[in-house]
T-cell receptor, first 117, second 114 residues
């Protein structure tokens, strides 16, 4: 079945560092990918919709300059947390849809645990 | 506004007992409905989906869900719980005509007691 790969799985870094997370669709081309943030014991919060070849669509309250999204190819979207601070520590999850498979559900990566010291 | 409500943030059952996780949605148009499972420090795995075909949907690991339009519900069930079913479960809804954007419920933690 379709697979989405997310890397790295865990990041620990100092405050002020920028962190890049990659999301790849391994066996299909994804024109649209999604980035979520999940706090402990809570649901997934959609941060933005990543569109191949165009600007991402951010949800209300999400800082565009803080969370940079690049979707330069049909199989890769990246999320960069710029100048990360402890409050940015969270579990980040990406997902992608196979547009050629009808209204099929999103396939999720395994997530990235970001810890800012 | 479109929303998904999962009744009960925490459900505890004994091994072998029936599992029932509740999900209700608000919608004025037919939605697409999904149940996902999440194990600790992992992403989400699709259990099953409703896409306007049969109202009773069978998924993986013995789970099934029934779409009831009159009740705007999509409850998840499993006849006999296994210890390995302990996880976080999310109900989600998508609407036709959009990019596939999902709206998630708050999640339900399933605990299975031996």
């Amino acid at each position: 079945g379709a697979v989405v790969s997310q890397h790295p799985s865990r990041v620990i870094c100092k405050s002020g560092t920028s962190v890049k997370i990659e999301c790849r669709s391994l066996d299909f081309q994804a024109t649209t990918m999604f980035w979520y943030r999940q706090f402990p014991k809570q649901s997934l919060m959609l941060m933005a919709t990543s569109n191949e070849g165009s600007k991402a669509t951010y949800e209300q309250g999400v800082e565009k300059d803080k969370f940079l999204i690049n979707h330069a190819s049909l199989t890769l979207s990246t999320l960069t947390v710029t100048s990360a601070h402890p409050e940015d520590s969270s579990f980040y999850i990406c997902s992608a849809r196979d547009p050629g498979a009808g209204h099929q559900p999103q396939h999720f990566g395994d997530g990235t645990r970001l810890s800012i010291l | 506004a479109q929303s998904v409500t999962q009744l009960g943030s925490h459900v505890s059952v004994s091994e072998g007992a029936l599992v029932l996780l509740r999900c209700n949605y608000s919608s004025s148009v037919p939605p697409y409905l999904f149940w996902y499972v999440q194990y600790p420090n992992q992403g989400l795995q699709l259990l099953l989906k409703y896409t306007s075909a049969a109202t009773l949907v069978k998924g993986i690991n013995g789970f099934e869900a029934e779409f009831k339009k009159s009740e705007t519900s999509f409850h998840l069930t499993k006849p006999s719980a296994h210890m390995s079913d302990a996880a976080e479960y999310f109900c989600a809804v998508a609407y036709s005509g959009n990019t596939g954007k999902l709206i998630f419920g708050q999640g339900t933690t399933l605990q299975v007691k031996p």
